[in-house]
Structures are given as structure tokens and as C-alpha cells.
């Protein structure tokens, strides 16, 4: 399984970004994805996810409201919308997928066996 994150970049407080995670085709059907992102200093924290399905999707508190998570199957990429920019959204944000059949999701990155490169952004007040 194979993923590649781009996008980042700096944007001012108040802006949008998005980011856009390449994955091999084998893994959309049966894989659960989402984002997670690291600050300096600071723990892995969960962002977004995308059931397998793509029925449900999930966001961290944080973002809630400002980012969005889709999926399309005909380009192999998930993205992530970000909207309302904020300087502590300024991170490393990493893609990721985990082998998942159900229509839930897991904000831990230790539930995740793969990981794309990550990609920096960085919101400028």
C-alpha cells in the first residue's frame, strides 16, 4: 500500500488549503483512511477519516466544522478541504490507511498500518 500526500503550503489565517493523498488502487476498496497531523513539540492528532464505504466520516474536534474529508475512487486520492485556517492548524499532516471492513473509524495513528510522507502547512497569523 502505497500513499502520497500533497498540497501543503502557507496560506494566511483565514484561508483554504487542500491537501491530496495518492493511493495504489488496491487500497480504496477494503481500507478505511484519514489524516492526521504533528506540530512541533507535539503528538500525532487525529484529523479526519473516511470509512471504507465511504458512507461515514469523522473529524476531530478541532476541525470540526472547517475541514472535509472525501474520497474518489476514479482519481485514487483522498482529500482534505481545509477551510477557516487557523495558525495551530500549522503542522505536518500526514494520510494514512488501515484495513477496515465496517463503517467506523479509529483516531488513534497506532490503529493505522500505513502512511504516506506527509506535507507541511503552515498558517501565517
Known amino acids: 500500500v502505497q500513499l502520497q500526500a500533497s498540497g501543503g503550503g502557507l496560506v494566511q489565517a483565514g484561508g483554504s488549503l487542500r491537501l491530496s493523498c495518492a493511493y495504489s488502487?488496491?487500497?480504496?476498496?477494503?481500507?478505511?483512511m484519514g489524516w492526521f497531523r504533528q506540530a512541533p513539540g507535539k503528538e500525532r492528532e487525529f484529523v479526519a477519516a473516511?470509512?471504507?464505504?465511504?458512507?461515514?466520516?469523522y473529524y476531530g474536534d478541532s476541525v470540526k466544522g472547517r475541514f472535509t474529508i472525501s474520497r474518489d475512487d476514479a482519481k485514487s486520492t483522498i482529500d482534505l478541504q481545509m477551510m477557516s485556517l487557523k495558525p495551530e492548524d500549522t503542522a505536518v499532516y500526514y494520510c494514512?490507511?488501515?484495513?477496515?471492513?465496517?463503517?467506523?473509524?479509529?483516531?488513534?495513528?497506532?490503529?493505522?498500518?500505513?502512511w504516506g510522507q506527509g506535507t507541511l502547512v503552515t498558517v501565517s497569523s
Open positions: 494514512a490507511a488501515r484495513r477496515d471492513y465496517s463503517d467506523g473509524y479509529s483516531p488513534k495513528p497506532d490503529d493505522y498500518n500505513y
Open positions: 488502487r488496491r487500497t480504496g476498496g477494503s481500507y478505511a
Open positions: 473516511i470509512c471504507w464505504s465511504r458512507i461515514n466520516t
